[in-house]
């Protein structure tokens, strides 16, 4: 590994990312609803239900509001530590492409893959934000990646990255909800129909991927039936079909908008 390119990258990002993240306020609905959910995390000390107004909100699980709650135990509950898991993660996510950068090609490929996407204004936007979305693009990220390396060979380690990928499917549920595992089975289907369905699929590694996925978001969606039965889980999966049809959630929008 070239240290040069590492620490320009770790410290590059961490001046881009971290400095003035509350000096403005928190303007965005989702933003401010999502602080006030962590927020309420703390108060309450219920932490795996979220809440707006101490009602249950269910729109969206809790990982992302256990990173903010997380934060705010650290900075203190204001703007700075709504929006700094999201920084955290912008140059996590630098480094994550410097990494694959690297694999598949050379050290400087993914040096400059990373600069260009630290370049770019709406990764810049969203990594200085309080919103869910960065860690949910994340984790789908992940997952369709090791996916793709799969799919594209056959060794003794398709397995493994088989589970790797439901890993973070499993996380990117618990971040957004099911759609997450219906983004990745459409990338999936789509990269089958370009490859005109050429690609064999191990039975074993498709049930590796699913029970992961399901143990992932079982620590959240079944604990959660467990302790209060199925009306939150009914509930919940009721609001998330809802999302798709109606003008919910402050957004007026159509059907489409949640698969963008």
Known sequence: MNRKYFLILLIGGALL??????????????????????????VSGNYTRVQINYQPFWEKPPLFFWLQAASMKIFGVNEYAARFPNALLGVITLLTFYFIGKKFYDEKFGFVWALCYAGSFLPFLYFKSGIIDPWFNYFIFLSVYFLALSLNVQNDKVTRRFIYSGIFAGLAILTKGPVAFLIILLTVLVFLVIKRFKISLSVKNIFYFLITVFAVSFLWFGFETIKNGQWFLIEFISYQIRLFSTPDAGHAQPFYYHFS
Request: net charge negative.
């Open 17 to 42: 990312f971290f400095p003035f993240l509350g000096s403005v306020h928190l303007f965005d609905w989702d933003e401010i609803n999502f602080a006030e959910s962590a927020r309420e995390m703390l």
